[in-house]
T-cell receptor
Framework: GDSVTQMEGPVTLSEEAFLTINCTYT??????LFWYVQYPGEGLQLLLK?????DKGSNKGFEATYRKETTSFHLEKGSVQVSDSAVYFC?????????????FGKGTKLSVKP | DAGVIQSPRHEVTEMGQEVTLRCKPI?????LFWYRQTMMRGLELLIY????????DSGMPEDRFSAKMPNASFSTLKIQPSEPRDSAVYFC?????????????FGQGTRLTVV
């Protein structure tokens, strides 16, 4: 079945450091890919998305590029802030064999220190 | 719209009791998902509905778990009997499944503690 694998956390960085959180997927069909963010005590909210190969999603300084050849969608930010501390989830939604199936990775907790 | 609404926000119950979690999706959304979040297993998809019909319940852990969606504006997740290992945060999410890349909207979750 479809699956998402993302790097284990937690990740601890100093403010203004470069961030990469790796994400790879396995899916039949042609999934859309997402990054969601969860702040403490809240539900998940969409950070960015990409719907086809080579698309780049971006929002709030975060970026991720849909790489079909490596089945990856790594999240990057050039300079993190304390306010970026949260849990980040990579996800896919498949419009192929398992239409409508929204699958998440296990999440990566990011802590940014001043 | 007020977003996806879940109730209760917190539930503490004794082992063996029945627990019912509730979700009101965003009006007009045709997909509804139930997830369970724990530290050990992350965010697990339990079941999802399309137009009130269960499509995939392969994530439901065992027969103690059941979910219904009697109409487009309401869904329940029931655990009977509950066990301590069911303690987790349960999330409901809805999508307007009209196209690629459609955003899922999450409720704030129900934190369930079974003692």
């Amino acid at each position: 079945g479809d699956s998402v694998t993302q790097m284990e956390g937690p990740v601890t960085l100093s403010e203004e450091a470069f961030l990469t959180i790796n994400c790879t997927y396995t899916a039949t069909g042609y999934p859309s890919l997402f990054w969601y963010v969860q702040y403490p005590g809240e539900g998940l909210q969409l950070l960015l998305k990409a719907t086809k190969a080579d698309d780049k999603g971006s929002n709030k300084g975060f970026e991720a590029t849909y790489r079909k050849e490596t089945t990856s969608f790594h999240l990057e930010k050039g300079s993190v802030q304390v306010s970026d501390s949260a849990v980040y989830f990579c996800a896919l939604m498949n419009y192929g064999g398992s239409q409508g199936n929204l699958i998440f990775g296990k999440g990566t907790k990011l802590s940014v220190k001043p | 719209d007020a977003g996806v609404i879940q109730s209760p926000r917190h539930e503490v119950t004794e082992m063996g009791q029945e627990v019912t979690l509730r979700c009101k999706p965003i009006s007009g959304h045709d997909y509804l998902f139930w997830y369970r979040q724990t530290m050990m297993r992350g965010l697990e998809l339990l079941i999802y509905f399309n137009n009130n019909v269960p499509i995939d319940d392969s994530g439901m852990p065992e027969d103690r778990f059941s979910a219904k969606m009697p109409n487009a504006s309401f869904s329940t997740l029931k655990i009977q009997p509950s066990e301590p290992r069911d303690s987790a945060v349960y999330f409901c999410a809805s999508i307007n499944g009209g196209g690629l890349g459609t955003e899922a909207f999450f409720g704030q979750g129900t934190r369930l503690t079974v003692v």
